[in-house]
């Protein structure tokens, strides 16, 4: 099945699979430098051409085939550099289904990823030498099942194996990966990615975002996660032009050296979440700013995560000395159930705000001031969903079509909306069968976001899920509340709720917990929040903002027993929790952002539950 768009004509080409797109550029463009990593996000360490990535991947399909793995999946465990991209394309050209996860780091737990292996049914790990051993000799200390898969270590095959690739009759509907959301050890879910979903994807961001062969790319996000893969990595593939990519961590602990990379290669195309933009304007020096040429930057987009109007406004201010245009930033929305991108703006038209009453927000109701002030809250527009996909807002309960005033649930239809859940046929049905109650429309995927449209541009308002999103990616409630009780005797199990507040203009986290009864005359406070503190950051990479320690079945619960946690969070909020310790970050300013946040808890509980908390 050929997929054919007028997103994929705008280049003067189409193709059913990705494996004809990189095949292609390996015919025309053998010689040209498609990707090069920085080493500490500084030092070139790696250059492919076209050409050598191709090699590459027929050299690890032809080491695949003959274990007849068409239509297995197999995991991909690297470090940051170019061998994941070349065992991704390996995969495709074998007919392997790939599923990127997140290499372990030292010392960590691995259920996580022996939880993503058992849903996916892995055969296959492949992997790199440096971390073959390793990795091997942890499965097997902890008893995985991981540790019976085949592993292939590919960095060391010689390309010469390429000869012997067969090509595999694949087609648009032929699954390419599973992306996984989430980082849950006990429910994690793949969404099931086709050929045609990317190439469709692929060919929007394209045409939103301008792109020609004389674009650059300048990526920092991880591979492993929609972003990073399809907006860093493939995105350059499909445009015909060069990206340098340098490993998240190297980003996070120098933010200059991002802006240095896009001033050494004069990138057009960068981009992240917000927390990215604001960590530049905390950790860069004035000093710095005067090595720095940011001119050549016209498509600084942002997603995944609340995009801040004052962000944008002091990161252009901040950086115009240095060539930085505010209409360079290009907000936009997107999931890894619609493949990427959702929806965008006009490239060179500066970010759309509208200013929302604050009580009637409160209300579901849009109501539009002309000027940011008291009791409003200011939205960035996050452009519109282009042609052939289709965006709705739904009442989440009714089901029915929300009015142009009203605050809703996003809806999204189109070639870039996945194939579903790996394995989920209920879950599947749920999220990507939706029909519209009143008009019979469909099928919808339900994204579980909140928002709102004006003259077709989309602004989301928050969400309806209890995903945590900090710093672009997401973490579960759940496994967090897990990893807390699990951390020390004191605290009760399943008796604990994970959420996420805004302080300053960054999602940070909290947690709520009962204390076991026995405890509560003999509790070693410091030591319980510090077992708390370091077991989160150890398991989920995460800082605990604020944690309140609370008398024993004193949490908001269901009938059926389940953890309220929009509940937990409002009487977080509100202070109204019955609390044994109430421990933050930063206790001086915690109460001053408690009543700004408790009007968004209003908003989601009276959204869910059609009543006001």
């Known amino acids: 099945m050929n997929v054919r768009s007028k997103y994929l004509t705008d280049i003067d080409y189409n193709f059913s699979t990705l494996v004809d797109l990189l095949t292609h550029r390996a015919q025309t463009q053998f010689e040209k430098k498609a990707y090069t990593f920085l080493q500490s996000g500084e030092t070139e360490a790696e250059n492919w051409t076209y050409g050598e990535l191709d090699l590459q991947a027929k050299a690890i399909a032809a080491s695949l085939q003959p274990l007849n793995a068409s239509g297995e999946r197999a995991l991909l465990l690297y470090q940051p550099g170019l061998d994941f991209i070349a065992a991704f394309f390996g995969c495709l050209y074998a007919g392997v289904i790939a599923v990127p996860a997140y290499p372990p780091r030292r010392n960590q737990n691995l259920s996580r990823l022996q939880a993503i292996a058992a849903d996916a049914q892995a055969k296959i790990v492949l992997t790199s030498n440096s971390l073959l051993h390793n990795l091997q000799t942890s499965c097997n200390q902890e008893g995985l099942a991981i540790s019976g898969l085949h592993w292939l270590a590919t960095d060391s095959l010689d390309r010469n194996l390429a000869q012997a690739w067969q090509p595999q009759e694949l087609h648009s509907d032929t699954l390419a990966f599973l992306q996984y959301t989430s980082g849950s050890t006990g429910n994690p879910k793949g969404v099931m990615v086709s050929h045609g979903n990317l190439l469709a994807n692929l060919a929007v961001i394209h045409r939103l975002f301008g792109h020609t062969t004389n674009s650059q790319g300048l990526i920092w996000l991880p591979p492993y996660h929609d972003m990073g893969l399809i907006g860093g990595i493939l995105q350059p593939l499909y445009g015909g032009f060069p990206v340098a990519l340098m490993a998240s961590v190297d980003f996070l602990q120098k933010p200059i050296r991002w802006l240095k990379a896009i001033t050494r290669y004069q990138a057009t195309t960068s981009g992240g979440p917000n927390f990215a933009y604001d960590l530049c304007l905390r950790k860069v020096t004035p000093e710095q700013l005067a090595d720095l040429d940011l001119s050549s930057w016209e498509v600084a987009f942002t997603g995944a995560e609340p995009i801040r109007a004052e962000t944008l406004e002091q990161f252009a201010s901040t950086f115009a000395p240095c060539g930085f245009r505010k209409e360079a930033f290009y907000p936009c929305y997107g999931m890894a159930e619609t493949t990427l991108i959702v929806s965008g703006g006009e490239k060179t038209a500066l970010p759309i705000t509208c200013n929302i009453e604050a009580a009637a927000l409160e209300q579901n109701r849009i109501v539009k001031v002309n000027d940011a002030q008291q009791d409003v809250r200011t939205f960035i527009g996050c452009g519109q969903s282009p042609k052939e996909h289709q965006v709705v807002i739904v009442n989440p309960k009714s089901l029915t079509l929300c009015a142009s005033e009203q605050v809703g649930e996003i809806w999204v239809a189109g070639p870039s909306v996945a194939q579903g859940y790996w394995n989920r046929t209920e879950q599947t049905e749920t999220t990507f069968r939706a029909y519209i109650a009143d008009t019979g429309e469909g099928p919808f995927l339900r994204t579980g976001d909140l928002g709102f449209l004006q003259n077709g541009e989309l602004f989301i308002t928050g969400r309806l899920k209890d995903v945590i999103i900090i710093r672009g990616q ?140």
């Open 474 to 613: 997401n973490h579960y409630p759940q496994d967090i509340e897990l990893t807390v009780e699990n951390s020390h005797p004191a605290l009760r199990p399943s008796c604990g709720a994970a959420f996420s507040i805004d302080f300053k203009g960054s999602e940070r986290l909290a947690i709520v917990q009962e204390v076991e009864r026995s405890y509560l005359r003999k509790l070693n406070v410091q030591e319980v929040i510090g077992s708390i503190r370091q077991a989160v950051v150890a398991q989920h990479g995460l800082e605990v903002f604020a944690t309140v320690l609370v008398k024993t079945g004193s949490i908001p619960k269901t009938s059926s027993g389940k953890i309220r946690r929009q509940a937990c969070r409002t009487g977080f909020l509100s202070g109204s929790l019955d609390v044994v310790e109430d421990w933050s970050e930063n206790p001086q300013n915690k109460a001053k952002f408690m009543h700004l946040q408790a009007e968004v808890d209003s908003v989601l509980q009276q959204l869910t539950t059609g009543k006001p908390s």
